[in-house]
């Protein structure tokens, strides 16, 4: 459990993953490796669909030593197809792995962002909301423009869209009434004595009836 003084913030890196250019760059070479890999799977399903078509329309004029030959081609090349999709895109294999290589530093740089913000501005706990959804948080303490500002990329519609937050929640409207209240310089002695005197005059002066 958290300590009653322990300062918490919260985050959301998904927003962070869509305005960073690192980020955006990394995932652009992800779906670049995906999308070579997922052609080169089209085109060999397609070789094989062509021959299995060859195969129904010409079996019956093939030898059996042609037909063996030309069904043997195919499972040879069904079982290269499914190798292929197996170490490419299973879980394990090689889009795992340069995912993880592409995208390593980028959070690096996102989680020491973070990190700074919070050593900074003197939080204790940085909440990531976007694994960890929460059903409410006061705006004022979203720190996800500062993280990006951080990283260098400008975010003033988000800006914008958090100081409107704030002012119209209606606990910070609370919160600053109180500041305002306690700003309020105390009375003093002699400024009591003061009004006391002013109010004995008023009387004193005031017409009698």
């Known amino acids: 459990m958290l300590s009653a003084q322990a300062r918490v ?18 995932n652009q070479r992800i779906a670049g490796l995906t999308n070579d890999w997922k052609k080169e799977l089209d085109d060999r399903q397609n070789e094989l669909d062509r021959m299995d078509e060859e195969m129904r329309k010409k079996r019956l004029l093939w030898s059996d030593e042609e037909r063996k030959q030309k069904e043997e081609i ?10 292929f999709a197996k170490k490419k895109l299973a879980p394990g294999g090689e889009f795992d792995t340069k995912v993880t ?46 993280v990006l500002e951080r990283l260098g990329t400008k975010a003033q519609d988000l800006k914008d869209q958090q100081k409107t937050a704030v002012e119209s929640d209606p606990r910070n409207k609370e919160s600053d009434q109180k500041r ?14 003061k009004d ?13 009836q």
């Open 180 to 193: 305002k209240a306690s700003r309020k310089p105390p009375v003093t002695p002699k400024e009591e004595k």
């Open 101 to 146: 290589e592409i995208l390593r530093p980028v959070e690096a740089k996102i989680y020491a962002a973070i990190n700074e913000v919070a050593v900074n501005d003197g939080y204790d706990v940085v909440w990531d909301k976007s694994t960890n959804p929460l059903v409410y948080v006061n705006p004022k303490y979203d720190i996800t423009v500062r």
């Open 196 to 208: 006391e005197k002013k109010d004995t005059r008023t009387t004193e002066e005031a017409p009698r």
């Open 74 to 83: 195919i499972a040879k090349k069904r079982a290269e197809r499914e190798e």
């Open 9 to 26: 913030a919260y985050v959301a890196t998904s927003v962070i993953r869509e305005r960073f250019p690192e980020a955006q760059q990394a």
